[in-house]
């Protein structure tokens, strides 16, 4: 029998209205994904994970002093091969080894400027000597020794300014004769500077002798 020829009442649409809401709830329930709020979570989360158990808590505090031995391993063997760079950075600068020496000695360049500042007598070389003897003679309360210290000064001077100026000139001619095409840039300064030291404190130690040919 249909719903027309039901007696007594008819039923109120709202009901009819209501009982189908609630079988669409009921059918988008089931459909709904499972709430996975009672599973236990991502053990990287900050917050609720579960207390560790004492042996894995035992094995990341091993993990711990692993790492912090290996990092105190990793800095004394940075400092030993620190060490060990120095060392034979200074077996280079009294050998002339090119693999070690610093960077500002490196290349052929370098090392033709030195061997022709140490292959010459330079007169700035004996400017501390020189220096000591006319700090002393100026010392003395004698007018005579004062104003031969103070001539000896002018002369040694000018006596370094026109050397350094020739070993310049000599040095800038053969660098261009013997490395056209290479970077020369800064090398007769740094012969002038190795002029200025005296030959047994030059670093790298000359490896030539005086009025050898470079």
Request: no cysteine; proline share 7%; aromatic share 6%.
């Amino acid at each position: 029998m249909g719903l027309g020829s039901m007696p007594g009442k008819p039923l109120p649409l709202g009901f009819v209205f209501r009982s189908r809401a609630k079988d669409e709830k009921a059918q988008a329930a089931d459909k709904a994904p499972v709430n996975f709020s009672k599973q236990p979570r991502d053990p990287q989360a900050p917050k609720g994970r579960p207390t560790p158990k004492r042996s894995e808590a035992q094995s990341q505090r091993r993990s711990v002093a692993n790492t912090s031995m290996t990092r105190k391993e990793a800095a004394k063997r940075q400092r030993e091969e620190r060490r060990s760079a120095l060392e034979r950075q200074r077996q280079a600068l009294a050998s002339g080894d090119e693999r070690y020496l610093p960077a500002r000695d490196k290349g052929p360049v370098r090392r033709f400027a030195r061997d022709f500042v140490d292959s010459r007598f330079n007169i700035a070389e004996f400017f501390l000597p020189m220096a000591v003897v006319i700090l002393v003679l100026s010392m003395v309360r004698v007018a005579a020794l004062q104003n031969i210290a103070l001539l000896l000064w002018l002369v040694v001077i000018v006596l370094i300014v026109l050397d350094s100026f020739v070993t310049a000139f000599r040095l800038k001619k053969q660098l261009n004769e013997r490395f056209a095409g290479e970077n020369r840039r800064g090398a007769v300064a740094y012969a002038l500077m190795r002029s200025l030291q005296m030959r047994r404190l030059r670093l790298p130690k000359p490896q030539v002798k005086r009025g050898e040919r470079p």
